[in-house]
């Protein structure tokens, strides 16, 4: 079966439509140099088949997976689930159109009890070894053999309180492995079914990763945005780059600018001792690029310079995610961002401005954007703000709270707008998303993939908001002095990142000056406008 090769140097450039956005645009940042782990990618062409079962369709998938396997060890000098120097490797998918957050991805494969001693042997560091192997055993469980994510979850927090530890970034290594010995005990007695060959296990995550194709929350998202004709993923198999790996390495995200307002600033998030799915998820609250400054500054220079090389390359602005291995900084995915229509406008007048695009292609850019009803909000009356956090998509919202999607729905149906109000950023949200006037976390960072989607719906969104304590079960978030019941009146300001009580006024202006400029781009192209004063 014809695989697609990805490495260091490489210059074979397939096209999105064969192997994913994902993939298509790893294997341009190889041909220009930056730094990628090598990685092989199985064509879109097989999911619907390996969605349905097709005997044929898996003898591909086993024939494309071990020719793969093959080379990445070729390339690495290490042996897949090996004992000695272990080639751990991430499984990813990639549809032709970016679906952020919507399809599965199966980290650390390949950790199993041997590689799990190869890594002590190679790092002399038995917690990431097993902080590794939890990880797989978790992503596994729930991803492949489609157990309940509470169940892993309650075994991590039963121990944290046991351990009387902050958090698991504080477990040590015996902690680790005592918690991995007990999830894999949960997996035989749940499914039976956890291979120890690692190729076993590589079969098992491509094809999950296939199967989310057809995921309620991947289905719902296309719909949404119009994405019903793709055809399926990708999936992509990549050396592992370790983000949990020691003091000086990390994961995260990075924006080229600023997608929510539209300044030409990078954004930066990052969680140190920590893997990608960490920062992506939306479960944990991050640091800025000041924290990778302070203790790591080639990096953050280098960092800067890939962000500028990329928006360059790809004449857009980007959405990069990145892993800090002991001090080596590794570019793992580069897509054009998700923008909210406000940063959209900037983004095309900015671009003009620079000559990095033309004014048709600027229009070409826009023509999603509704421009007639593009406004500036602002709250007025709301009082003092009840809590803060971070600001992951602009605007203002107003509504009623709700604390889990189903609500959300229920609320909305009564005509009244609803904000969303939730634990953590989660992209299984995100029907309550579509519905929602707004939304906010308690915990998260604008860089996870719920706040890419929350901006790309246009919704104003508030992550990282540690005041607030949300008790999904109550139907109640409590804060300092205050409780927050379901249906009662919120108003946020999502640019400000603050969350008021009660039912502010919303007050709103035209960016005129900015529309003027583009209805000028329409004279020159001679395209018609369709710029309308709003009503």
């Known amino acids: 079966m014809q695989i697609a090769r990805i490495h260091a140097g490489s210059t074979e450039q397939p096209p999105a439509e064969v192997i994913g956005a994902k993939a298509a645009n790893l294997a341009r940042m190889a041909a220009l140099g930056l730094p990628v782990p090598p990685a092989f990618v199985l064509p879109i062409e097989l999911c619907s088949a390996i969605a349905a079962g097709e005997p044929k369709a898996k003898e591909r998938l086993a024939e494309g997976l071990a020719a793969g396997i093959e080379f990445l060890e070729k390339t690495t000098g290490r042996e897949f689930g090996g004992r000695r120097t272990p080639l751990l490797v991430s499984v990813r998918s990639g549809a032709a159109r970016s679906m952020p957050g ?55 927090e039963d121990l944290i309180a046991a351990e009387g530890v902050g958090g698991e970034q504080a477990l040590d290594g015996e902690a680790l492995e005592r918690l991995a010995a007990s999830y894999r005990q949960t997996i035989e007695d749940e499914s039976g079914q956890l291979p120890d060959a690692p190729l076993d296990q590589l079969r098992g995550a491509a094809e999950a990763v296939y199967r989310s194709w057809m995921s309620e929350r991947a289905v719902t998202y296309r719909r949404l945005q119009r994405l019903e004709d793709l055809r399926g993923t990708a999936v992509t198999v990549q050396a592992m780059v370790f983000g949990n790996s020691g003091t000086s390495s990390g994961s995260g995200v990075a924006f080229s600018r600023d997608p929510s307002t539209g300044a030409n600033k990078p954004i930066i998030d990052v969680l140190f001792g920590a893997q990608g799915e960490d920062v992506v998820s939306g479960r944990r609250t991050p640091e800025t690029e000041d924290a990778i400054v302070r203790s790591l500054p080639k990096v953050a220079a280098q960092l800067r310079d890939a962000l500028a090389r990329l ?12 892993t800090i291995e002991n001090g080596r900084l590794w570019i793992l995915q580069t897509r054009s ?12 007048l900015d ?24 406004t500036r909000k602002r709250l007025a009356d709301a009082g003092e703000p009840v809590a803060r956090g971070t600001g992951a998509s602009a605007g203002i919202a107003v509504g009623r709270a709700a604390f889990d999607a189903a609500s959300a729905a229920r609320l909305s149906v009564g005509g009244d707008p609803v904000i969303l109000v939730r634990p953590d950023t989660n992209t299984a949200d995100v029907a309550g998303f579509a519905v929602s006037a707004g939304i906010v976390t308690a915990v998260g960072g604008r860089t996870a993939h719920a706040a890419l ?17 949300v008790d999904v079960a109550q139907r109640c978030a409590h804060l300092p002095g205050a409780t927050i019941k379901e249906g009662e009146w919120l108003s946020i300001d999502g640019g400000l990142g603050a969350v008021y009580l009660g039912r502010g006024k919303i007050m709103t202006d035209r960016p005129e000056a900015e529309l003027e400029e583009v209805e000028r781009w329409r004279v020159l192209t001679g395209e018609s406008s ?4 709003a009503q």
């Open 351 to 374: 671009f003009v401005r620079e000559g990095r695009i033309t004014p048709a292609e600027a229009l070409r850019r826009l023509r999603d954007v509704d421009l007639g009803k593009l």
């Open 453 to 469: 989607v929350a901006r790309q719906l246009d919704k104003p969104c508030i992550v990282g908001c540690g005041e607030i304590a």
């Open 102 to 156: 919507m399809l599965d991805t199966v980290l650390d494969v390949g950790c199993t009890p041997a590689a799990v001693h190869g890594l002590v042997r190679m790092t002399g560091n038995p917690r990431f070894a097993f902080d590794c192997r939890r990880r797989f055993l978790e992503a596994y469980g729930s991803v492949v053999l489609g157990l309940a994510d509470g169940i892993f979850k309650k075994q991590l």
């Open 311 to 322: 928006e360059q390359d790809f004449a857009d602005v980007q959405d990069v995610e990145f």
């Open 337 to 348: 961002a998700k923008r909210t229509p406000q940063a959209a406008l900037h983004f095309a």
């Open 530 to 533: 369709t710029v309308t004063a």
